[in-house]
Nanobody, 126 residues
Framework: QVQLVESGGGLVQPGGSLRLSCTASGFTLDSYAIGWFRQAPGKEREGVSCSSSSRSSPLYDDSVKGRFTMSRDSANNTVYLQMNSLKPEDTAVYYC???????????????????WGQGTQVTVSS
């Protein structure tokens, strides 16, 4: 059974850091494109970062560039999203997603992914 499980969310003060984890079961992440998305209340789900393969550098949305870092841990079949210098506007439910990579390039759209985790809440507030 294919499954993605996120963890690591929580409440943090502005300027703080969190590391989100996305662990896969039922498939090997190395051959999949991975995306991190977020959805704030009343807003559409938006892309934060994506990685087309374990051999390529991730792509970041301008709103998080320089603050967030996406990485893969093949040994643990896990993808991480390190979030630094968090801002109140980063508050959202964060989701990881995966799709078998069948073409070069990044998968940036929500509709491009086949598998989704359940989401983890990140709240940035003083």
């Amino acid at each position: 059974q294919v499954q993605l499980v996120e963890s690591g969310g929580g409440l943090v003060q502005p300027g703080g850091s969190l590391r989100l984890s996305c662990t896969a079961s039922g498939f090997t992440l190395d051959s999949y494109a991975i995306g991190w998305f977020r959805q704030a209340p009343g807003k559409e789900r938006e892309g934060v970062s994506c990685s087309s393969s374990s051999r390529s550098s991730p792509l970041y949305d301008d709103s998080v560039k320089g603050r967030f870092t996406m990485s893969r841990d093949s040994a643990n079949n896990t993808v991480y999203l390190q979030m630094n210098s968090l801002k109140p506007e980063d508050t959202a439910v964060y989701y990881c997603a995966a799709v078998a990579s069948t073409r070069p390039g990044f998968y940036t759209r929500v509709s491009g992914y086949d598998y989704w985790g359940q989401g983890t809440q990140v709240t940035v507030s003083s």
